[in-house]
């Protein structure tokens, strides 16, 4: 086989699609899932909790450099995943009871460990994948594990297995999901498993931009009003100080919803890929209704879209405010542009005139040099008449000193046009 260069990424780009691949689950399995709010570049960090965890219980560590990673403790499973500003830890533990919540996975877990995680956290959850063979459960069962009001469930992965929740937390600060198996394969199992564990998450991921779309309202408000008043206040304008005090008006709005958007941006972008995240998990458990309760699809359009159109409004409300802004700005702008360029028109106009008075008074006084140059220099050719003639030779002074005049003044003249031309061209040489 031929020899090629290979690129350096090939075998990492090539092994992305198998990464991180899902759990193996047979029920029943109680399983535990937080996740910390951590901020961007905390790989390093979470690698380092998981190491930890794995020396403590001594267990083979991850390689370094990895964003993933699955192991088996003994008492429990665990998987750790670095996502892009958050971090997250899913708990197995084999069994449970008739009471699905009594036990959870994540007693299992040292809680020293568990207090040293950083981050905050953001969601938290228990989900239980039960067998079939386990006790059936009524309405009024259900209704004592979860609320009634916001209870949702649902058949999925072809009828092989019904999903429950209500997607509040519990008095143990915990939401809950209760699985119930009905035929998966293990791999099955597992995808389901972790397709709930991702809608609780991305779904609480995605209303963190709903408190700074509350917030932005009045702000974006605000701002709308100060760019109505300046716009209606634009006609009347007259005069380049007032039209430099509306644009310093524009500047200063402009600014504030930069910092605005700075601060909301890609919070917004966030929640609107995250809620993408949700309803795509949500269309992949192909639901089916059990007669008489909401579908998981149908409460998150219930519940969860209308905050994100909040969301997504919003975001749209600061990007044409901005948009209109930038428009104010560009035609006051021009305004200003046109006013000084009358300005400057008047103020060349005014420096054509003098410069038209200079040239003027520069031809007199140059014609008044050469007057009193020829003067000077006819004097001299005087006193030289007259000194030869007092030395006894015969020159007729007069003759002589009036007949120089016209001499003189011609060589005078002469000698200043040969000056100005020599000026003239080293200026032109001096020109770019």
Known sequence: MAKFNEHGLRHTLANEVHARPFERLEAP??????????GEGSVQTGLAHITALCERMDVSPPDPGINHFAGDFGEFRCK???????????????????????????????????????????????????????QER??????????????AGSRVAGGHAEVWA???????????????????????AGRLTQRMLEIETYRILALLSLPL???????????????????????????????????GELTGLAARLERLASRNTYRFSASAAYYELVEKRVAAMREERIEGTQTIGEFMDRRMAPAMRTCQTMAARQDRLAERVARTTGLLRTRVDLA?????????????????????????????????????LVGLV??????????????????????????????????????????????????P
Not at 29 to 38: C, G, N, P
Not at 138 to 146: G, P, S, V
Not at 343 to 369: H, I, K
């Open 213 to 247: 779309a509350r917030e932005a309202g009045p702000e974006i408000g605000d701002a709308a009003g100060v760019l109505s008043e300046i716009t209606e206040r634009m006609p009347g304008i007259e005069g380049l100080e007032d039209e430099r005090s509306a644009l």
């Open 80 to 134: 750790w995943e670095c996502h892009a500003e958050f971090d997250s830890y899913s708990f197995f533990v084999k069994g449970g009871g008739g009471d699905p919540f009594a036990d959870t996975a994540i007693a299992a877990v040292p809680e020293e460990w568990l207090e040293e995680l950083s981050g905050d956290l953001l969601v938290a959850s228990h989900l239980v994948l039960e067998a079939a063979a386990a």
């Open 138 to 151: 009524d309405r009024d069962i259900l209704h004592c594990l979860f609320s009634e009001e916001s209870l």
């Open 166 to 188: 209500d997607f509040r937390l519990h008095e143990d600060g915990f939401s809950r999901i209760l699985v119930r198996d009905m035929g998966l394969r293990p791999r099955q």
């Open 29 to 38: 399995v109680l399983v535990s899932h937080v996740a910390l709010l951590t």
């Open 340 to 376: 000084m360029e009358a300005q400057n028109r008047d103020l060349l106009r005014s420096m054509d005139r003098r410069a038209r008075l200079q040239l003027r008074l520069q031809e007199t006084v140059e014609g008044l040099s050469i007057a009193a140059i020829s003067y000077y």
């Open 382 to 431: 005087g006193y030289a008449a007259k000194g030869f003639a007092a030395s006894g030779f015969p020159v007729p002074v007069a003759l002589v000193t009036g007949l120089s005049i016209p001499v003189v003044v011609l060589i005078v003249w002469l000698a200043l046009q040969r000056v100005r031309r020599r000026l003239a061209r080293d200026d032109v040489d001096a020109k």
